[in-house]
């Protein structure tokens, strides 16, 4: 809890972070303990402290205690920010010099325990060392994997079929990344090996693993894209090298997007691969292993091309009514059970084609409605759902108009007028917002639910021939406009080759706003999502 504070006291934040999970936590405390000691001899009061746990420095993303400081100094909370050393920051030193220059706008004072009150010179020269301590840091480490590897040691994590093998030297110290085979998981990645090679696709493997109850890597279910993984970047089981007794290091650099912080890998030239034959850990025979590889080449098990395709409109709404997992499109625009097609773990074998869907689910609606009667609930349900958002919206106006009052009152006693200035054209944004939104909410019926009922119908009727007309950009309007009025379509089997049970639920709000609308079904000018 922040400590009170009369109004001339100093007031004080103290942030504290360190970078791995394999430091120590209490080096926190450590940083806390130190920075309360300093506050006392400025004669100041702590009135937050922020903490990052296992955050790196090399992005301001990612660090919510570092956002909530910066909210707090931006909003006139604190006067002076007290932490360890500039590198808790940031050691990035484009961040470094936004989050001091952002500071000194806000008239909040930064001070560490070695520099003292921060300035212009120490920002530029401390956020230069720590990027290079950074940079510098990185090319040792990949000194180090580099030796590991001629040392037969493997850098990185443990991968699905072995098991640690650390020791301790004569000195005492542990030797990391020594691997031994795991009998039990070898055989069962000599078995997807050679099912592969047989001509087994990656589902069906992993199918077949599911229903005898071999657990997967980490326990989980076994997934074609466990087997399958990414052929670029040699991950998942039949691209691993090190099942040929390969040990491979530097096929990618990772490089941080400077603007989202997350790390993206990018594939080195071969020739700058570093690879050291492991017999001892080879756990496929050469022959199989090679089988598999050229299948691979050859498209084997290739479910879709490259580039990047528009999911069809009713994506996201088709349900499986076994499992309650995603339909989704396996081949030839056919929707069948996801869950089923990637884990083989649901009982449902039954598809039904895009196409044919697409062209009955809107008069399945318009059925569904009839034949259960749903009309006088439907219009029930939406002005209940709109009488909720309406309140909700009333209430959220209501308090944001109370908000910019008092700040309106801190801009006339002179204090916190810039920040009061952003949030109150924040809290104007959000208004507007949802105005927007209030307004489009459908008011309850006036006509009977029989009249209600025919303008549905219809309207309905005249969405269908837009999805049943000719051209193309028209009718994926049309079915996106569908999907909105649909919560949800299960599909389930029935008896009888191909037959299915298609369950809709219809949105009850979408709904009565779809039939109170005026003009067309859709815009004929708007282009297709």
């Known amino acids: 809890m922040p400590d009170k504070v009369s109004p001339c006291t100093l007031r004080i934040a103290i942030y504290a972070r360190f970078s791995s999970r394999l430091q120590k936590p209490t080096s926190i405390a450590d940083q806390v303990r130190l920075c309360r000691r300093h506050a006392e001899q400025l004669r100041g009061n702590v009135v937050t402290v922020h903490e990052d746990r296992a955050t790196t420095a090399a992005t301001r993303q990612f660090r919510p205690a570092l956002r909530e400081l910066l909210v707090d100094a931006e909003t006139g909370q604190i006067d002076l920010i007290l932490t360890e050393s500039l590198d808790r920051i940031s050691r990035d030193q484009e961040d470094m010099a936004a989050i001091h220059k952002r500071l000194r706008f806000w008239n909040v004072r930064l001070v560490t325990l070695d520099r003292g009150e921060i300035d212009d010179i120490q920002v530029c020269i401390g956020g230069l060392l720590s990027q290079t301590y950074i940079e510098n840091l990185a090319a040792k480490t990949r000194r180090g994997q580099i030796g590991a590897v001629h040392d037969r040691r493997v850098p990185g994590g443990l991968c699905y079929g072995y098991r640690s093998a650390n020791r ?123 089988r598999v590889q050229d299948l691979r080449r050859a498209g084997h098990d290739r479910r879709y091309g490259t580039g990047y395709r528009i999911p069809l409109p009713l994506t996201g709404v088709l349900r499986c009514g076994v499992c309650g997992g995603n339909m989704t499109i396996s081949q030839k625009r056919r929707y069948r059970c996801h869950v089923r097609h990637t884990q083989g773990t649901c009982d ?21 409605l009839i034949r259960t009667g749903e009309i006088p609930n439907l219009i029930h349900k939406a002005a209940a759902s709109a009488r909720r958002r309406r309140a909700e919206l009333t209430r959220a106006i209501e308090e944001g108009r109370g908000r910019v009052t008092h700040l309106l009152e801190a801009i006339e006693t002179g204090t916190q007028s810039a920040a009061a200035h952003r949030r109150i054209l924040d809290i104007e944004r959000e208004e507007a917002a949802m105005q927007v939104e209030l307004r489009s909410l459908p008011d309850p019926p006036a006509a009977t639910p029989k009249g209600f009922s025919r303008r549905l119908q219809k309207r309905l009727g005249a969405l269908q021939r837009e999805i049943a007309g000719k051209c193309p950009n028209r009718r994926r309007r049309a079915l996106l406009r569908l999907a909105r009025l649909i919560e949800r379509i299960d599909i389930s089997p029935l008896p009888g080759r191909g037959n299915v049970d298609i369950a809709i639920e219809p949105c009850a709000h979408e709904l009565v706003a779809f039939a109170l609308e005026e003009g067309p079904p859709i815009d004929p000018e708007s282009p297709p999502l």
Request: proline share 6%; with cysteine; aromatic share 4%.
């Open 168 to 290: 301790i030297d004569e000195r005492g110290r542990v030797t990391r990344g020594l691997r031994a085979v795991d009998p039990e998981q070898a055989r069962v990645v000599q078995r997807i090996f050679s099912l592969y090679a047989d001509g087994t696709s990656a589902r069906q493997i992993a199918s077949i693993l599911n229903a005898e109850g071999v657990p997967g890597p980490q326990g989980r279910p076994w997934n074609q894209s466990t087997i399958n993984g990414n052929a670029a970047q040699r991950k998942g089981i039949l691209n691993n090298d090190l099942y040929d007794g390969r040990l491979i290091y530097n096929r990618q650099t990772h490089i941080r997007d400077p603007d989202t912080g997350k790390r993206k890998a990018r594939p080195n030239p071969e020739s700058e691969w570093v690879v050291n034959d492991v017999p001892e850990l080879r756990i496929v025979d050469k022959d199989t292993w090679q």
């Open 348 to 368: 449902n074998c039954r598809g039904i084609e895009a196409e044919r869907i697409e062209n009955e689910a809107c008069s399945l609606l318009s059925r569904h």
